[in-house]
């Protein structure tokens, strides 16, 4: 068996709320919110026993901010970080060729993305109408196949859907 946790990243915001001239939307920071959310979410998955063997994420600034949040918190080597650009905007295409390229020796794998792709791609392996990942929502998945590259075809069940401010 494999386990799956796909993260949305952590809340983010121009400072003053608006953008300085010439910005791209892959430089917007996260808010103060937004890094105590990862902090908290990741001690979360870490009482969970939860914590992944592999952390891919999106190098976007906002995405790649949470996943080093959370690597600290998880005492996760910054450097063994994958950086994926695909995770950036991605469709349901690049989500699962980015798991099934992945080495079986890995049996948990993370991934750090975007809406509404993340949430798009949670709903299309459960049949639980997942309306909305929320900032730094994290949702664990049990995948009943020991070689990644089986990822799409194997029987998949949600473990865990956990976010900030869940009761």
């Not at 386990?3 to 983010?12: E, F, G, W």
């Not at 699962?96 to 709903?123: C, R």
Request: charged letters at 25%.
């Amino acid at each position: 068996m494999k386990t799956l946790l796909l993260i949305r990243y952590a809340k983010a915001d121009w400072p003053n709320g608006e953008p300085p001239p010439q910005a791209s939307d892959r430089d917007r920071p996260l808010t103060t919110k937004g890094e105590s959310d990862a902090r908290q979410m990741a001690k979360r998955v870490q009482q969970l026993k939860a914590v992944p063997e592999l952390l891919i994420s999106s190098p976007v600034l906002r995405a790649a901010t949470t996943a080093r949040i959370m690597a600290d918190e998880w005492q996760y080597p910054e450097d063994r970080i994958l950086w994926q650009s695909r995770l950036y905007q991605a469709e349901l295409t690049d989500f699962i060729e980015t798991i099934t390229a992945q080495p079986d020796t890995y049996k948990s794998l993370a991934l750090v993305s975007h809406n509404p792709g993340i949430t798009f791609f949670a709903n299309a392996l459960t049949t639980y109408n997942i309306q909305h990942i929320p900032t730094c929502g994290v949702i664990a998945f049990h995948v009943q196949t020991n070689e990644w590259k089986r990822f799409w075809q194997a029987e998949k069940k949600i473990w865990f859907f956990e976010y900030p401010g869940k009761q």
